[in-house]
Nanobody
Framework: QVQLVESGGGLVQAGGSLRLSCAAS????????MSWFRQAPGKERDFVAL????????NYADSVRGRFTISRDNAKNTVYLQMNSLKPEDTAVYYC??????????????WGQGTQVTVSS
């Protein structure tokens, strides 16, 4: 079992930065792939980034590659999403998820409650 709690969302101007955190409970944290997804109003939940169990491998959606960086600290049971050069189209609720190496939301069993990111133009 893994329980996830996101934090760090907020309102930022276009071009600005935010860092999201996702704190996990449970001993299984280092055994699972961690990902970030986002969901804008009226749209489906989309893949953003994922990171392997020990943080060696990462993958990003084309829309965020080069601007966002995912990382994890297994000693702190935390995964991060550093978001730079934010655009209004990045506005969404951001969710962290624990599961297996996949960009599909249905492959993830554990989800946080989400944190709102709003980027103003």
């Amino acid at each position: 079992q893994v329980q996830l709690v996101e934090s760090g969302g907020g309102l930022v101007q276009a071009g600005g930065s935010l860092r999201l955190s996702c704190a996990a409970s449970g001993r299984a944290f280092s055994w699972v792939v961690m990902s970030w997804f986002r969901q804008a109003p009226g749209k489906e939940r989309d893949f953003v980034a994922l990171i392997s169990r020990i943080g060696i491998s990462t993958n990003y959606a084309d829309s965020v590659r080069g601007r966002f960086t995912i990382s994890r600290d297994n000693a702190k049971n935390t995964v991060y999403l550093q978001m730079n050069s934010l655009k209004p189209e990045d506005t969404a609720v951001y969710y962290c998820a624990a599961g297996r190496w996949s960009t599909e939301s249905h492959d993830y069993n554990y989800w946080g409650q989400g944190t709102q990111v709003t980027v103003s133009s």
